[in-house]
């Protein structure tokens, strides 16, 4: 016993020291926890709006339900600013001649209104997602010019109107300059352009701000930092302010990937851009690990996570230099998982928040400056 007596004591002791130190070990984690757990929350509750509050709004894509459930949530924590990712285009909003379709466009309008966002309008004027009877007869044949202009212009005034003071911003036209590396070549041959020529821009533009003399009107375009598209949206755009064409802003759409654009190109679009004393949007922005159609990975690795890091770190920092004309930044959908480039055989990963919603690295090299 009395052998055994120091070492019960030393067992006692050693065990009340144990717990005490268990103890103070899980308060000071709980607690480590709970400080580091609120200093997250807090964080998390502070959204992508709120560290831009002094620079620009920050926008999303969305689908009529996207507001629903935890999503809408998260969005409306983090964003300000709402685009609709189709239901507003022409093709869904304007099915047929005689046929508007308002309802998904509405909710989205109401619920971003009734939630203190912005909402941009997306889009009056494209080649694609456009219904086929806008430049069609009853016989199938080609309208002529005439007719396709008196669509657009119907179109363009009812949509318009319906949103005035509500939706502050329209992608008028979008991707009308070609992608050629041929400077000369600079419309694409849309139906638009084949049937009207380059009549039916200054038009779009004309009827847009005629059904609302508030809206700011953008010219919306991809590759925009290629400096051979760059110039020819810029010459296009330089010749339609002289004419008096109520231009007032260039969306840069933003579809990048980890390797490109180079933050000259980047610099160099946006200061030739506002040159003309146009504003600046980046109106769709997403960043893909991907850097060409054909690349395909399924994983997420280290080295692509770190460049998407440097790269989002990057474009912003030059869009907060450049605040005094980037007055929005909008993310082409909300997450990995929902975003249009994602597909099983071909994970882009280009957004800030990952498949569960949660914020990735390259979202606090976006926040913390
Ligand atoms: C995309 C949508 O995200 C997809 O859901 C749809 O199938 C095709 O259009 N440029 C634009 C956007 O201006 O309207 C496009 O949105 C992406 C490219």
């Not at 399924?298 to 080295?303: I, R």
Request: charged share 25%; glycine share 6%.
């Amino acid at each position: 016993m009395k052998k055994k007596l120091p070492i019960t004591r030393t067992s006692i002791t050693f065990i009340s020291v144990f717990i005490m130190a268990t103890a103070i070990t899980l308060l000071c984690g709980s607690r480590g926890a709970g400080i580091s757990g609120n200093a997250g929350e807090a964080d998390s509750l502070k959204g992508l709006k709120d560290y831009y509050r002094n620079y620009f709004p920050i926008g999303v894509s969305v689908a009529p339900n996207s507001l629903e459930g935890a999503q809408g949530e998260m969005i409306k924590r983090q964003f300000n600013s709402l685009t609709a990712e189709n239901v507003m285009k022409p093709a869904l909003i304007h099915p047929e001649e005689k046929m508007y379709s308002w309802d998904n466009a509405d909710k989205i309008v109401n619920l971003a209104l009734a939630n203190g966002m912005k909402v941009r309008g997306h889009t009056l004027c494209w080649h694609s997602q456009t219904g086929a009877w806008m430049f069609r007869d009853s016989r199938g044949n080609t309208v002529t010019k005439e007719v396709a202009l008196a669509r657009l212009k119907d179109h363009i005034t009812t949509v318009v109107s319906r949103y005035k003071g509500k939706v502050y911003a329209w992608d008028v036209l979008n991707e009308a300059v070609v992608d050629d590396t041929d400077p000369a070549k600079v419309f694409r041959e849309s139906q638009w352009y084949k049937i009207c020529g380059e009549e039916y821009i200054s038009k779009a533009f004309q009827w847009a701000h005629e059904a609302d003399t508030g809206a700011v009107l953008f010219y919306n375009d991809y590759n925009t930092e290629n400096p051979v598209k760059r110039d020819k949206i810029h010459n296009l755009l330089r010749k339609l302010l002289a004419q008096g064409v109520p231009i007032t802003a260039v969306g840069l759409q933003g579809h990048w990937n980890i390797n490109d654009p180079s933050e000259q190109n980047l610099r160099d679009a946006i200061d030739k851009f506002s040159s003309l004393g146009l504003k600046v949007q980046v109106t769709e922005l997403d960043v893909s690990v991907l850097s060409s159609r054909t690349d395909t990975v399924k994983t997420y690795t280290p080295e692509r996570e770190k460049k998407q890091m440097d790269f989002y770190k990057m474009i912003f920092k030059v869009f907060r230099e450049k605040k005094d004309v980037i007055t929005g930044v909008t993310f082409w959908n909300v997450s990995d998982g929902r975003s249009w480039i994602d597909r099983p055989n071909r994970r882009a990963y280009p957004l800030l928040f990952d498949y569960d919603l949660k914020p990735k690295k390259a979202f606090w090299e976006v926040v913390n400056f």
